[in-house]
């Protein structure tokens, strides 16, 4: 499977989720990006607005998923952050897709949010060699509360390449 071939499958599954998709321009990259917002009262009565953003590169290093993943919650923040903290927040799923994943890459991706005042970022990468995704699988404490639905939205939108 190529990467715009599992990008176009991200597209489609985030269609049928209800997001909006699009195709943007961050950097030299160009990226889908789904967009979505959820209001939960069990989140204190919180709108949550959803980015999941995917960009393709050949090798994902642990400085490009960084440097991504920032990029991606200030593009979110711009788009729908203006009124964040009062009952709102910002959630991105950054992802890069690579033939290659180094294994810091991978590390950072399982291991590492990345947070903001109500903004937070869950990054992810896809290893279309291995045919894996690496996304955030420990503990969260801070934002705990979105934690499930996080994990949830992640599996939706990132299939394992082998049942793409």
């Known amino acids: 499977m190529s990467a715009d071939e599992y990008i176009k499958e991200v597209a489609s599954r985030l269609r049928a989720d209800g997001a909006e998709v699009t195709t943007e321009?961050?950097?030299?990259?160009?990226?889908?990006?789904g967009y979505r917002s959820q209001f939960r009262l069990r989140w204190f009565a919180t709108r949550l607005n959803l980015f999941t953003i995917i960009g393709s590169v050949q090798t994902v290093?642990?400085?490009?998923?960084?440097?991504?993943?920032k990029d991606a919650i200030d593009y979110?923040?711009?788009?729908?952050?203006?009124?964040?903290?009062?009952?709102?927040?910002v959630a991105v799923i950054p992802v890069l897709v690579g033939e290659r994943i180094e294994p810091d890459a991978a590390t950072y991706a399982t291991?590492?949010?990345?947070?903001?005042?109500?903004?937070?970022?869950?990054p992810a990468t896809v290893d279309l060699t291995s045919r894996h995704v690496y996304k955030h699988?420990?503990?969260?404490?801070l934002g705990g509360v979105y934690a499930d639905w996080m994990r949830q939205q992640t599996a939706?939108?990132?299939?394992?390449?082998?049942t793409a």
Do not use: C, H, Y
């Open 156 to 162: 939706i939108a990132l299939p394992d390449p082998i």
């Open 76 to 89: 979110a923040i711009a788009r729908k952050g203006q009124f964040r903290g009062l009952q709102n927040g």
């Open 61 to 69: 290093t642990v400085a490009g998923l960084e440097q991504f993943s």
């Open 111 to 122: 291991n590492t949010l990345v947070r903001r005042f109500s903004a937070f970022a869950w």
């Open 25 to 33: 321009s961050m950097r030299e990259l160009t990226m889908l990006v």
């Open 137 to 141: 699988e420990g503990r969260v404490l």
